[in-house]
């Protein structure tokens, strides 16, 4: 049903939950997976008396060398568990367009992805990926959200 399944991480705990969740169930749907890390530059500022800008340029190699790290790991999971794998990492500044971006132009008909499960102010400081990838995706999401504390 599935083909190939895109599998967002970021390298938090609920990322790895949900990256585990996908590879099963890509191998049990014979799917491949298509593992995506965003590193998230920041916007470039300025200082009040604009003498002085902040390239935040220097911090780039870092981030992709982080993201790619995260993706690299997801994938190697993935072939240990015989799950064909393609592993990207990118710099973007906005990861939900990241995300639909690498849907479309990697075919994939599965966005499988974890949600931190922000809400109130929290959420509304932060954004939510996931919320956005929700409405704008143009195939369906799994989304998995943490275990509420006390659940079993």
């Known amino acids: 049903m599935y083909d190939r399944i895109?599998?967002?991480?970021?390298?938090?705990?609920?990322?790895?939950?949900?990256?585990?969740?996908?590879?099963?169930?890509?191998?049990?749907?014979?799917?491949?997976?298509?593992?995506?890390?965003?590193?998230?530059?920041?916007?470039?500022?300025?200082?009040?008396?604009?003498?002085?800008?902040?390239?935040?340029?220097?911090?780039?190699?870092?981030?992709?060398?982080a993201a790619r790290e995260h993706a690299r790991k997801v994938a190697n999971a993935a072939e240990a568990a015989g799950v064909k794998c393609t592993s990207l990492a990118v710099l973007d500044y906005s990861p939900a367009d990241a995300i639909l971006a690498t849907a479309d132009s990697h075919a994939c008909d599965l966005i499988f992805m974890g949600s931190h499960g922000r809400r109130g102010l929290s959420r509304l400081l932060a954004g939510s990926v996931t919320q956005k990838v929700l409405a704008d995706a143009h195939v369906p999401v799994m989304v998995m959200r943490p275990r509420a504390s006390g659940r079993k």
């Open 6 to 65: 895109l599998v967002p991480t970021d390298g938090s705990d609920v990322s790895a939950a949900a990256e585990q969740a996908a590879i099963a169930f890509a191998r049990a749907h014979g799917s491949e997976v298509v593992v995506l890390a965003v590193g998230q530059p920041q916007p470039p500022l300025a200082s009040a008396e604009a003498a002085m800008a902040i390239d935040p340029g220097l911090d780039d190699a870092v981030l992709l060398a």
